[in-house]
């Protein structure tokens, strides 16, 4: 797989961005340790918070202990939905977001749908870390990521219609530097799933370990099959992934980065990638 990764933006006041997607110029985007959506204009270069919930005050740098943890951001039917990664039992709120002035914020419990899901699916709490997600033809597509004791890497597929039970596929990504990978996003294109992972040194779905790098592959939508993945860093751990502009020959995607610094700053890099 060729690709070219270059620096894109640098936009202060985000730490710790975890999921991204791109409309219109702008970028929404979402931090695992803050409570709001941030909606970021590129030609402008303005920064709009829309707060989703409340802590007293306390909404942007929220200890590990009490934050939400959102980790994913997707677009679907003219709307934002935004996912936490479930890893705690704080970590369970859903929201969306529908884009109007101002924007109209729901939310509700997801923990009933986390627990069914888990229970269902057979996967340990501990095991159990949401990081990406997708929808395609009412079907629900949520990325739980690896890093937890027993590296249960895969795809959740959960059929809103319930037509069918949810399944859970996994996934097996090459290692990173000799250390494994977990999904961190994934986007839709066309009938193709762009994912990204990252490679961190422990086991556990909570506490985050060194950055070992990060990797971009590509999976069959049909059959959620593996079919190409490429280290594209060993020293970035990219954690959100959105569609920026396709050409004939190739796709240029926008990623986001998580640095674990604690720094109120989150670098863009564009990621250009040959069909």
Not at 30 to 42: A, G, K, Q, T
Not at 84 to 101: D, E, H, I, M, W
Not at 223 to 239: N, Y
């Amino acid at each position: 797989m060729k690709f070219i990764l270059d620096f894109f933006v640098l936009i202060t006041g985000i730490g710790a961005a975890s999921g991204v997607h791109y409309n219109d110029n702008k970028l929404f985007i979402v931090s695992d340790n803050s409570n709001y959506l941030y909606e970021y204009r590129i030609k402008s270069k303005n920064l709009n918070k829309h707060l989703l919930q409340d802590m007293n005050g306390k909404n942007e740098q929220v200890d590990k202990d009490q934050k939400m943890d959102l980790e994913a951001i997707a677009y679907y039917k003219g709307t934002y939905h935004l996912f936490p990664s479930g890893s705690g039992a704080n970590r369970a709120t859903l929201f969306t977001v529908a884009p109007t002035a101002p924007p109209v914020i729901d939310s509700k419990d997801g923990s009933r749908l986390y627990t069914k899901v888990r229970e269902l699916l057979n996967i340990p709490t501990e095991d159990f870390n949401i990081e990406g997600a997708l929808f395609y033809n009412d079907t629900l597509l949520l990325f739980n990521r690896g890093n937890g004791p027993h590296k249960m890497n895969g795809i959740i597929k959960i059929p809103n219609d319930n037509s069918a039970a949810a399944t859970f596929t996994r996934v097996q990504l090459p290692h990173i530097n000799g250390n494994p990978a977990g999904f961190t996003d994934a986007i839709l294109v066309g009938d193709k799933i762009y994912f990204l992972a990252s490679a961190e040194s422990g086991n556990s779905n909570y506490l985050d370990g060194e950055i070992g790098g990060s990797q971009v592959g590509i999976i069959n939508l049909a059959t959620l099959a593996l079919e190409k993945a490429q280290t594209i860093t060993l020293k970035h751990k990219f954690e959100g992934i959105t569609l920026y502009r396709s050409t004939a020959k190739k796709h240029i995607f926008l990623l986001c980065e998580d640095p674990d610094n604690g720094e109120t700053k989150s670098a863009i890099y564009r990621l250009k990638i040959r069909k």
